[in-house]
């Protein structure tokens, strides 16, 4: 017996080996600071933020998350007034708790999805002579300048501050949304700062089981050929040859009148003599053919 195979798809219900990436608290450095921001990840709304300036709008985006999560979301800071300008959201964070160092200042940031136009923006910074943010300005740092965000994903801002000086005691972190019209948007997220390297998650890939469709030899029984009798020739007397005789012309016996020897027709006075026919009969023998049986092939 023969057996046939092919390559044939096994479709799978569910899925085997698709990496995905996502943000998980993993790979810290053990020396690092935990950030000095409240609320930073925005996961339920934009507390411990304001919007500063006229035509400053500040509101919680829901639906985009820098890690993409669903549970969380991200700041949307917006120009409500008409015309070009800028728009920012702060928040003042206490340093005197952790003195004077090289401060780590991070953010995520992106155009909200279907964004009209292109403004850019930046994440500022401010250093106060007391712990509110209120007065006594030292310092107004711009770490990163004007960046440039785009629709098609989060990118990651990250600077320094120097802060050499005990009085130097708070910091004003500025988001910031230069604006080219009314109602344009940035969005921010993950903002972080420390006096140091920063504790915060590093993104790392993770694999997600999926099942995928993979190709595997399959056996598949198909139809095997097998012997078959082969049909025989056989000698098989024809229907309706039958043996018939050959009719023959037999010799038929022919009365002759022959007259016998030595009979003499003798005149007897008186007496009348009266010939006498005798019949002789000849047997002929005679050849008849037999009739010969004719083997037929039967196919």
């Known amino acids: 017996m023969t057996r046939f195979w092919h390559l044939s798809l096994i479709s799978m219900t569910a899925a085997a080996a698709l990496l995905t990436i996502a943000f998980l608290a993993s790979d810290r450095d ?5 950030t000095q921001v409240v609320n930073g990840d925005f996961d339920a709304g934009v507390t411990s933020w304001n919007p500063f300036g ?13 890690n993409l999560s669903l549970t969380s979301g991200s700041a949307s800071v917006s120009k409500t007034t008409a015309g070009s300008g800028d728009a920012t959201a702060v928040q003042c964070v206490d340093i005197t708790g952790t ?29 106060y002579d007391n712990a509110t943010c209120t007065s006594n300005v030292n310092d107004a740092a711009h770490p990163g300048g004007a960046l440039s965000p785009n629709t098609s994903g ?3 801002y990250s600077g320094n501050i120097f802060i050499t000086l005990a009085s130097q005691q708070s910091i004003r972190i500025e988001l910031v949304t230069h604006a080219t019209a009314q109602n344009d948007a940035v969005l921010f997220d993950k903002v972080a700062l420390s006096n140091g390297p920063l504790d915060t998650p590093t993104p790392t890939a993770t694999n997600t089981q999926t099942l995928t469709p993979t190709a595997t030899d399959t056996a598949t029984p198909t139809a095997t050929p097998t012997d078959t009798a082969t049909p025989t020739v056989t000698n098989t007397p024809v229907p309706g040859a039958t043996n018939t005789s050959t009719p023959t012309n037999t010799a038929t ?17 008186g007496n009348t003599s009266t010939p006498t026919s005798t019949a002789t009969n000849t047997a002929t023998a005679t050849n008849t053919s037999v009739p010969t049986a004719t083997n037929t092939s039967i196919p």
């Open 30 to 34: 053990a020396s690092a600071a935990p």
């Open 54 to 66: 006229a035509g400053s709008g500040l509101a919680w985006n829901s639906a985009e998350d820098a």
């Open 99 to 127: 003195g004077t160092g090289t401060y780590q200042l991070v953010a995520n940031y992106k155009l909200p999805n279907g964004a009209p136009n292109t403004p850019q923006m930046s994440v500022d910074a401010t250093v």
């Open 154 to 156: 989060w990118q990651t």
């Open 253 to 269: 016996a022919t009365v002759t009148n022959t007259p016998l020897p030595g009979a003499t027709s003798t005149s007897t006075p």
